[in-house]
């Protein structure tokens, strides 16, 4: 008898907590849309993925459109330019964030893909603050992705105190739009030649900063928009008469720095309703504004 | 014994108000009981289709890169370069990675499980038996996520500067933590296995005048060797298919470290690959199936393994029944033989990593107080040997639970100052780096009771069917055997097969009911575990005087097997919760968004979850230091929090029954 009490009283118990998360979940749910809502309109909900160097911009976007649009719902994932392009050309999202343009073969089996260009990156070469290098030529970044560099004491004016001065070499992962940048493309570093096997492969552009933030003797790669405080990003030139160019917006904007490209969006067909709504907003002066924040440069 | 009144009191009811009706319902009573009995033979197929579907939808999409580089090409390649023109996938660099690492886990976990284990079941008090096994129960409950922050935060950053390498990303690094995760697997099913051992094996080794340490390490240790052996196994299954943690710390560089045992080069393994590159591929790609073709790799490397191990303890299990004596002997003739050659490789390996992590200076003392140590060995006294032999079996306990306080004591005190109300209660802002958790810890809770929404009735009908409905047969030991496969199933494995069949496939979408289907489909052969377990323990003498009432097998089941094992079902599945939300791989594909203003308002909807949370802070949001600890400890104490319960549950339940 008392085991059976026991169990009801477990199941009861039980039950209750149940309830009372849920309506605590529900409740809170309520407090969470109140602000400014306006209780009439429809809400509507919009998915964005893809690019992880395209996602600060659209959450920040995002955070600012529906500030003033509260029945708007924006959700945002990463996953990469390949996700983007892929989901949003099988409209799994709405909006698909790329950091490249599209492939040949992606071309041809989502020809309904409309491109929208959002913003203009360069990618930046970063090492931790505690390396004194203050530039470095293309040729010898190349030469240390390729693995024929495997020391800072080899490149002119570098030097990392208190280390053996070894060159931990950080990439992105083999579907990263940012690698395939920085590995092929014309603007890029390595134009075609594949990098040292021995390299860390991290996931993110986050990754790659957060990565060299804690090691002494890295470099890596990251879009402009994540350079911060914690990493140091290094002049670049190309040819010893030429001038080191510095990875800012300034010399994005002007094309003076050479490692530079487009970030785009992806809609399947030409966009209507919230989806191009968006889109807009982040063209407008408003939403370049935020692109200008998020260290990013601005279309025109 | 209040137990049986209860029951049959409330059978007696029961029966009265049926009588009149018997005559005239026979029939459909008959009915009712063939529909009740094919729905749980239905739900016990679900194991066996789950399977089968995780089997066909692997090799489907896996299907066009074997067709293309053919499978030896696949495995024996030492390039994996999917970017390159042409793009190149050879796994074999992958497979060296995940051995090795493994291997060096269990170089690390393997001793101290052994010790520990030795400790709890022969040498503890009582009150410090009752203080380790909550622990290591601990260490076990803690998520993967949750020790690859530690181990990329604290354990990389040692490692980096105590052998002032470059990067602390290292093979190493991977080892240790998984090491740490293998340990309660191992110590639990060693401690089980040197307590199953016959009392009178150490009663007589201690009557011949046999010190404890004799009787422990000639009698008791030989004695539970195949019982040990399937433990470590079971640990080296557990490892193999880690991914988070090992993604984390690893450095994931695709390369063979040069020398072969330079454990502080970067490694990449199996599963860490899929974990960074499966979200990014482009789908029906070359690339993509690539990665499917890693994961049936995977899956029957882990399959491989697991069965070895089930097959060891079915063994033991059997001889401790009394039956298949030969079969054992064999084995442990085996096992004899072969102690030798392994004990001098075992010995070899540690003197070349002594050598290689440590200056010379370090490494040749070293050895010669081994060596020493060796020679001395058999000339001290017996009591000398076994004071030696505690002291290292309490060394062993001590760095074990020193594993967990630092382990712990990092996250809270980091963590600790990040909670409040607001953090608890709002949105994160500025990509996690302010801002709170709330819809994380919201998402969570939604993936984890939908999972177990999903997989507890096909859990529970499974079991019933299997204990109360058949004996053993054909169709119950393919049901069992594909149970143990279900179980062995690398947790990624699961996300990659949610991604294909649930999100493409079925075109859920990454949505919230494609992490519940996944993550349940993840726990259900522990829930089928638990509810046998409890089953079979409800005498058959209570069924019996049931039937013998007149009542039906479904009377009998709902009416009186069903109610007492209720407490081990729930405890089962409260645990089974405990692991779902602390899970990362399944979901990360499948179910979860970086960021979200709503909470999900319908099954389709995307969610956030804590464990993916963390990951991201942790591994690509600079600047976020106070709320990713916070995240970790948030997500800590709710994964503590539930096994917490499940114990104080079983703990209680276990009192009452010998009581």
Request: charged content about 15%.
């Given at each position: 008898?008392?085991?059976?009490?026991?169990?009801r009283?477990?199941?009861?118990?039980?039950?209750?907590?149940?309830?009372a998360?849920?309506?605590?979940?529900a409740?809170?749910?309520d407090?969470?849309?109140?602000?400014?809502?306006?209780?009439?309109?429809q809400?509507?909900?919009?998915?964005?993925?893809g690019?992880?160097?395209?996602?600060?911009?659209?959450?920040?976007?995002?955070?600012?459109?529906?500030?003033?649009?509260?029945?708007?719902?924006?959700?945002?994932?990463?996953?990469?330019?390949?996700?983007?392009?892929?989901?949003?050309?099988e409209?799994?999202?709405?909006?698909?964030?790329?950091?490249?343009?599209?492939?040949?073969?992606?071309?041809?089996?989502?020809?309904?893909?409309?491109?929208?260009?959002?913003?203009?990156?360069?990618?930046?070469?970063?090492?931790?603050?505690?390396?004194?290098?203050?530039?470095i030529?293309?040729?010898?970044?190349?030469?240390?992705?390729?693995?024929?560099?495997?020391?800072?004491?080899?490149?002119?004016g570098?030097?990392?105190?208190?280390?053996?001065?070894?060159?931990?070499?950080?990439?992105?992962?083999?579907?990263?739009?940012?690698?395939?940048?920085?590995?092929?493309?014309?603007?890029?570093?390595?134009?075609?030649?594949?990098?040292?096997?021995?390299?860390?492969?991290?996931?993110?552009?986050?990754?790659?900063?957060?990565?060299?933030?804690?090691?002494?003797?890295?470099?890596?790669?990251?879009?402009?928009?994540?350079?911060?405080?914690?990493?140091?990003?290094?002049?670049?030139?190309y040819?010893?008469?030429?001038?080191?160019?510095?990875?800012?917006?300034?010399?994005?904007?002007?094309?003076?720095?050479?490692?530079?490209?487009?970030l785009?969006?992806?809609t399947?067909?030409?966009?209507?309703?919230?989806?191009?709504?968006f889109?807009?907003?982040?063209?407008?002066?408003?939403?370049?504004?935020?692109?200008?924040?998020?260290?990013?440069?601005?279309?025109? | 014994?209040?137990?049986?009144?209860?029951?049959?009191?409330?059978?007696?009811?029961?029966?009265?108000?049926?009588?009149?009706?018997?005559?005239?319902?026979?029939?459909?009573?008959?009915?009712?009981?063939?529909?009740?009995?094919?729905?749980?033979?239905?739900?016990?197929?679900?194991?066996?289709?789950?399977?089968?579907?995780?089997?066909?939808f692997?090799?489907?999409?896996?299907?066009?890169?074997?067709q293309?580089?053919?499978?030896?090409?696949?495995?024996?390649g030492?390039?994996?370069?999917?970017?390159g023109?042409?793009?190149?996938y050879?796994?074999?660099?992958?497979?060296?990675?995940?051995?090795?690492?493994?291997?060096?886990?269990?170089?690390f976990?393997?001793?101290?499980?052994?010790?520990?284990?030795?400790?709890?079941?022969?040498?503890?008090?009582?009150?410090?038996?009752?203080?380790?096994?909550?622990?290591?129960?601990?260490?076990?409950?803690?998520?993967?996520?949750v020790?690859?922050?530690f181990?990329?935060?604290?354990?990389?950053?040692?490692?980096?500067?105590?052998?002032?390498?470059?990067?602390?990303?290292?093979?190493?690094?991977?080892?240790?933590?998984l090491?740490?995760?293998?340990l309660?697997?191992?110590?639990?099913?060693?401690?089980?296995?040197?307590?199953?051992?016959?009392?009178?094996?150490?009663?007589?080794?201690?009557?011949?005048?046999?010190?404890?340490?004799?009787?422990?390490?000639?009698?008791?240790?030989?004695?539970?060797?195949?019982?040990?052996?399937?433990?470590?196994?079971?640990?080296?299954?557990?490892?193999?298919?880690?991914?988070?943690?090992?993604?984390?710390?690893?450095?994931?560089?695709?390369?063979i470290?040069?020398?072969?045992?330079?454990?502080?080069?970067?490694?990449?393994t199996?599963?860490?690959?899929?974990?960074?590159?499966?979200?990014?591929?482009?789908?029906?790609?070359?690339?993509?199936?690539a990665?499917?073709?890693?994961?049936?790799?995977?899956?029957?490397?882990?399959?491989?393994?697991n069965?070895?191990a089930?097959?060891?303890?079915n063994?033991?299990?059997?001889?401790?029944?009394?039956?298949?004596?030969?079969?054992?002997?064999?084995?442990?003739?085996?096992?004899?033989?072969?102690?030798?050659?392994?004990?001098?490789?075992?010995?070899?390996?540690?003197?070349?990593?002594?050598?290689?992590?440590?200056?010379?200076?370090?490494?040749l003392?070293?050895?010669?107080?081994?060596g020493?140590?060796?020679?001395?060995?058999?000339?001290?006294?017996?009591?000398?040997?076994?004071?030696?032999?505690?002291?290292?079996?309490?060394?062993?306990?001590?760095?074990?639970?020193?594993?967990?306080?630092?382990?712990?004591?990092?996250?809270i005190?980091?963590?600790?100052?990040?909670?409040?109300?607001?953090?608890?209660?709002?949105?994160?802002?500025?990509?996690?780096?302010?801002?709170?958790?709330?819809?994380?810890?919201?998402?969570?809770?939604?993936?984890?009771?939908?999972?177990?929404?999903?997989?507890?009735?096909?859990?529970?009908?499974?079991?019933?069917?299997?204990?109360?409905?058949?004996?053993?047969?054909?169709?119950?030991?393919?049901?069992?055997?594909?149970?143990?496969?279900?179980?062995?199933?690398?947790?990624?494995?699961?996300?990659?097969?949610?991604?294909?069949?649930?999100?493409?496939?079925?075109?859920?979408?990454?949505s919230?009911?494609?992490?519940q289907?996944?993550?349940?489909?993840?726990?259900?052969?522990t829930?089928?575990?638990?509810?046998?377990?409890?089953?079979?323990?409800?005498?058959?003498?209570?069924?019996?005087?049931?039937?013998?009432?007149?009542?039906?097998?479904?009377?009998?089941?709902?009416?009186?097997?069903?109610?007492p094992?209720?407490?081990?079902?729930?405890?089962?599945?409260?645990?089974?919760?405990?692991?779902?939300?602390?899970?990362?791989?399944?979901i990360?594909?499948?179910?979860?968004?970086?960021?979200?203003?709503?909470?999900?308002?319908?099954?389709?909807?995307?969610?956030?979850?804590?464990?993916?949370?963390?990951?991201?802070?942790a591994?690509?949001?600079?600047?976020?230091?106070?709320?990713?600890?916070?995240?970790?400890?948030?997500?800590?104490l709710?994964?503590?929090?539930?096994?917490?319960?499940?114990?104080?549950?079983?703990?209680?339940?276990?009192?009452?029954?010998?009581?």
């Open positions: 008898m008392n085991l059976k009490l026991n169990i009283l477990f199941v009861t118990v039980g039950l209750i907590v149940l309830l998360g849920a309506i605590a979940v409740g809170c749910t407090t969470m849309q109140k602000p400014g809502a306006v209780p009439l309109v809400k509507q909900s919009i998915k964005v993925s690019s992880t160097t395209v996602l600060p911009i659209a959450q920040k976007a995002a955070e600012a459109y529906m500030a003033t649009h509260p029945n708007a719902d924006i959700q945002i994932s990463g996953g990469g330019s390949g996700v983007g392009i892929q989901q949003s050309g409209k799994t999202v709405d909006i698909g964030m790329s950091s490249r343009d599209l492939k040949a073969t992606e071309n041809t089996k989502y020809p309904n893909l409309v491109k929208h260009i959002v913003a203009k990156d360069g990618i930046a070469l970063v090492v931790n603050p505690k390396n004194e290098i203050r530039g030529q293309a040729a010898t970044v190349a030469d240390i992705y390729t693995g024929k560099i495997t020391l800072w004491t080899q490149v002119p570098a030097h990392v105190p208190d280390t053996n001065n070894q060159i931990v070499v950080i990439g992105r992962d083999s579907a990263s739009g940012t690698r395939e940048f920085f590995d092929t493309h014309a603007n890029g570093i390595l134009k075609g030649t594949p990098p040292t096997k021995s390299m860390l492969e991290k996931n993110s552009n986050g990754a790659v900063a957060q990565t060299i933030t804690q090691t002494p003797g890295a470099i890596g790669y990251v879009s402009i928009g994540f350079v911060t405080g914690d990493v140091k990003a290094l002049p670049v030139w040819n010893d008469s030429s001038a080191a160019v510095a990875p800012t917006r300034e010399n994005v904007l002007s094309g003076a720095y050479p490692i530079n490209r487009e785009f969006m992806f399947n067909s030409q966009p209507s309703g919230l989806v191009a709504d889109i807009g907003f982040i063209r407008s002066p408003e939403g370049q504004k935020i692109v200008e924040e998020e260290g990013f440069v601005r279309i025109s | 014994m209040d137990l049986n009144n209860g029951t049959i009191e409330e059978s007696g009811p029961l029966r009265t108000r049926r009588v009149p009706q018997i005559p005239i319902s026979a029939q459909s009573r008959e009915r009712k009981e063939k529909v009740i009995k094919t729905v749980w033979f239905l739900t016990a197929l679900s194991a066996i289709l789950a399977i089968f579907f995780i089997l066909l692997l090799l489907r999409d896996s299907l066009p890169i074997f293309q580089a053919g499978i030896v090409q696949f495995l024996v030492t390039t994996w370069y999917p970017t023109s042409p793009p190149e050879g796994i074999f660099v992958l497979i060296v990675g995940t051995v090795l690492v493994t291997l060096g886990a269990m170089v976990a393997v001793p101290l499980s052994i010790g520990c284990a030795i400790y709890i079941s022969e040498l503890a008090p009582l009150w410090a038996k009752n203080l380790l096994k909550p622990a290591i129960e601990l260490l076990a409950g803690i998520p993967s996520v020790y690859g922050f181990g990329l935060i604290v354990l990389t950053d040692v490692i980096r500067t105590t052998f002032d390498i470059p990067t602390g990303e290292t093979w190493l690094a991977g080892s240790i933590l090491g740490i995760m293998a309660p697997t191992i110590i639990s099913i060693s401690e089980d296995a040197i307590s199953m051992v016959p009392r009178e094996y150490k009663e007589g080794s201690l009557a011949i005048g046999a010190t404890r340490w004799q009787t422990i390490s000639q009698v008791l240790i030989p004695s539970a060797l195949s019982g040990i052996t399937a433990a470590v196994i079971l640990g080296f299954g557990r490892a193999i298919g880690e991914t988070m943690a090992v993604l984390m710390v690893t450095g994931n560089a695709a390369i470290p040069d020398p072969i045992w330079n454990i502080l080069s970067p490694v990449r199996l599963t860490g690959t899929l974990g960074i590159e499966m979200g990014e591929v482009a789908v029906g790609s070359d690339h993509y199936a990665l499917f073709g890693i994961a049936v790799i995977l899956l029957a490397i882990t399959l491989i393994i069965t070895v089930v097959v060891i303890l063994n033991l299990r059997e001889r401790q029944m009394g039956s298949a004596p030969t079969r054992i002997t064999i084995l442990q003739n085996l096992i004899a033989r072969l102690r030798r050659p392994l004990v001098i490789c075992g010995l070899f390996l540690v003197v070349i990593a002594i050598i290689m992590i440590a200056p010379l200076s370090i490494a003392p070293t050895l010669v107080v081994l020493a140590a060796y020679c001395v060995k058999d000339r001290l006294s017996p009591h000398t040997a076994e004071q030696v032999a505690f002291c290292f079996i309490t060394a062993a306990v001590i760095i074990v639970v020193l594993i967990l306080v630092v382990l712990l004591q990092d996250i005190i980091h963590g600790l100052p990040a909670l409040s109300w607001e953090f608890l209660t709002q949105s994160p802002k500025d990509l996690g780096r302010a801002g709170g958790i709330f819809p994380a810890i919201v998402g969570s809770l939604y993936l984890v009771f939908g999972a177990i929404l999903f997989a507890l009735p096909l859990g529970v009908g499974a079991a019933i069917y299997l204990i109360e409905y058949t004996t053993e047969s054909t169709v119950t030991r393919i049901i069992r055997t594909t149970v143990d496969l279900l179980n062995g199933t690398p947790s990624i494995v699961f996300g990659l097969f949610g991604l294909a069949f649930l999100v493409y496939f079925l075109n859920f979408g990454v919230l009911i494609a992490g289907i996944t993550l349940g489909l993840m726990v259900l052969p829930i089928i575990r638990a509810t046998e377990e409890s089953l079979k323990n409800i005498p058959q003498s209570l069924r019996e005087g049931s039937l013998a009432l007149g009542a039906t097998r479904w009377q009998t089941i709902y009416r009186v097997v069903l109610p094992a209720i407490p081990g079902i729930m405890t089962g599945t409260i645990l089974s919760i405990g692991r779902a939300a602390g899970e990362t791989a399944p990360m594909f499948t179910a979860v968004v970086f960021s979200q203003r709503y909470l999900p308002s319908s099954l389709t909807d995307p969610v956030m979850a804590l464990p993916y949370h963390l990951y991201i802070l591994t690509n949001v600079p600047g976020s230091s106070t709320n990713k600890y916070g995240t970790a400890l948030v997500l800590l709710l994964v503590i929090g539930i096994y917490a319960v499940a114990i104080v549950m079983r703990s209680h339940f276990q009192k009452k029954m010998r009581g």
